[in-house]
């Protein structure tokens, strides 16, 4: 195990490392959005002299409803990703809903994710642990931040110790989330660098009809807590153009022009807790 994950030549995230950001829109929805967001991001990125990894998801395979925007198609969603790859510079963070996704997602991804809701699935984790790509793990809403210490030996043991461990809440009630943050220092303590979910943390499951619902002003002071704990070594945050307009998790994506000062501020705080 190690306190240390690398993403790419360039990027390692952990002990003694600058806060991590991890960011992007919830979905490969065109590649406009995709390559408007990243240019944007990676612009930020460089200013703030912030590592910057570049999320989104190819498809959405765990929606609330049969009627709501799942993928472009793979491939092509793929082939964005890897565009933004190229043209950034940037190394890319998406997730796998089944084992024959990994191979093909590998090729393009430096992260590899797990969703929270699939954290349990063993062949999942393997499947991802093979490529030799660094894995995210999400903690499902409804486990205990100890219980991922045997998700995580489901990669290790197949000698890929590269691992972040994500919090994003967990189920309180029915269409509710909270954060426990002593899940960010109980993590930390198995040996893997810890990411906060600034923005599913903020979400309302279900809580909106067909839709997640979400409470996005929570988003940020969520995210500086996580960062006082002193346990977090990257910030996950969901971002688009126009949240309102978005296809997926319009409820809880953060806008785009606010992305600069919030980092900044971020940053800033993760510097002084460190310090």
Do not use: W
């Amino acid at each position: 195990m190690t306190a240390v994950c690398r993403v790419s030549k360039k990027i390692l995230i952990g002990d003694g490392q600058p806060l991590a950001i991890i960011a992007g829109p919830c979905v490969v929805e065109n590649e406009e959005i995709v390559l408007r967001t990243a240019e944007k991001l990676k612009t930020i990125s460089d200013k703030l002299e912030l590592p910057l990894i570049f999320k989104s998801s190819y498809k959405k395979a765990n929606r609330s409803s049969a009627d709501s925007f799942v993928t472009i198609g793979m491939e092509k969603a793929l082939r964005i990703l890897e565009k933004v790859k190229n043209l950034f510079d940037l190394p890319i963070l998406t997730d796998i809903h089944q084992e024959g996704e990994a191979k093909s997602v590998a090729e393009v991804s430096d992260i590899i994710q797990i969703p929270a809701f699939l954290c349990r699935q063993t062949n999942l984790i393997q499947a991802a642990a093979r490529t030799g790509r660094a894995l995210n793990i999400k903690k499902g809403q409804f486990m205990a931040p100890e219980d991922m210490a045997l998700v995580a030996e489901k990669a290790t043991r197949l000698g890929n110790p590269n691992l972040l461990l994500t919090e994003r809440g967990t189920s309180f009630g029915y269409h509710n989330l909270v954060v426990d943050m002593r899940g960010l220092l109980i993590m930390q303590a198995l040996g893997f660098p810890v990411v906060f979910d600034a923005t599913h943390s903020a979400q309302l499951p279900g809580g909106a009809g067909e839709i997640s619902g979400g409470q996005p002003e929570f988003a940020f002071p969520l995210a500086k807590a996580a960062i006082a704990t002193g346990a977090c070594a990257a910030i996950f945050i969901e971002t688009h153009p126009n949240p309102k307009k978005a296809l997926s998790d319009s409820k809880t994506q953060l806008p785009l022009n606010e992305m600069e000062s919030i980092l900044q501020q971020l940053k800033t705080l993760h510097q002084y807790i460190c310090s």
